[in-house]
């Protein structure tokens, strides 16, 4: 629990940063100090698919549920709430929904959709799903459908941050922890990162992994739950 009132440091893309600074704002009566500073942009690719070609999808991002797809009930895989929430709304028959792709990887193995399959993706994954041998019955196909930009802040951002004595960071991937480290690499204060899961820790530097929290399970509740605790609401 905290003392004082740090900066709320919020790096996704921005649609994801401004959603999660409202889900964080219904759950506390006063509304933390925060700053959206993307270290992220998420660019869709504007090819085409035909989706009528394909029995089932896999989606391991919300970003990659196709946003010109029109669907005909088509089965869809999922990894996360909010990845399902938009499979849904995009018209797709969400079947299965993981918290993490490796457990989504286990489901697929052992229930065998049949027909022919696309794994819809971004520009740079960690884990694959395509090329994981225990789906290699599989009729699988991927695209990817959406690029992931880094992003480096304005002059008068970054210096704004730096000037903050006290930063709490909540980071959602790896990679996000990576341009942190070099965006952050010049900070003094005190910082404290709050990691969507051990993989997200594992990729922050060496002396800020002590001062790191790691939620208790990888998905934007938790992390909600961890940050409430943080702030003591």
């Known amino acids: 629990m905290i003392e004082n009132n740090p900066l709320l440091l919020l790096t996704r893309p921005q649609a994801q940063a401004d959603r999660f600074a409202r889900l964080l704002q219904s759950k506390r009566t006063e509304n933390p100090r925060f700053l959206i500073a993307s270290l992220l942009e998420i660019v869709p690719f504007p090819e085409r698919l035909d989706v009528a070609a394909f029995d089932f999808f896999i989606f391991s991002s919300m ?56 794994y819809a993706r971004g520009s740079i994954i960690r884990q694959s799903v395509i090329s994981d041998p225990r789906l290699e019955a599989l009729k699988l196909e991927e695209r990817v459908v959406y690029d992931q930009i880094p992003k480096v802040w304005p002059k008068d951002i970054s210096a704004k941050i730096q000037r903050e004595p006290q930063i709490i960071a909540p980071v959602f991937s790896p990679r996000s922890a990576i341009y942190l480290a070099k965006a ?17 820790r594992d990729d922050l530097p060496l002396d800020w992994k002590h001062r790191s929290i790691v939620c208790p399970e990888p998905t934007t509740k938790a992390m909600v739950r961890v940050l409430q605790s943080v702030y003591g609401c």
């Open 184 to 200: 952050l690499s010049e900070y003094r204060g005190d910082l404290c990162c709050i990691a969507l899961s051990d993989a997200v």
């Open 63 to 118: 970003n990659g549920v196709i946003a010109e797809a029109t669907p005909i009930q088509q089965k869809a895989f999922c990894v996360g709430e909010r990845t399902a929430e938009r499979a849904r709304l995009r018209g797709f028959d969400v079947i299965a929904v993981t918290k993490t792709v490796e457990d989504l990887i286990i489901w697929l193995a052992q229930h065998q959709p049949i027909g022919r399959g696309l």
